[in-house]
């Protein structure tokens, strides 16, 4: 997997990492992306309930369920869009 440069990612710290499947075949390698965000913009916080999921929030905050990243990104802990443990709490950027 390669960043593009149009990429939000583009400018961000990369890590590259070899993976070896059973038996010493399948290796394949894999990039982690840095994609710590300081938040300097006013956000929200929101506490998440059983039946919700990234694609809701960011249909919430931005009437577009394909921004969620936008919440991903100011997340850690909920990085991806199936991550969410009822009764955390979550930034909502503005």
Known sequence: MTVKVSSRYAQGEQM???TTGPHGRGNKQVVYLNT????NSPYTVS?????DNMF???????????????????????????????????????
């Open 36 to 39: 710590v965000i300081v938040l």
């Open 47 to 51: 506490l998440i309930r059983e039946t």
């Open 56 to 94: 809701l929030y960011g249909w919430r905050a931005y009437q577009d369920a394909q921004r969620w990243w936008v919440i991903a990104d100011s997340n850690p802990q909920a990085f991806y869009p199936m991550d969410l443990i009822p009764g955390q709490s979550l930034r909502i950027p503005q």
């Open 16 to 18: 590259w990492v070899t």
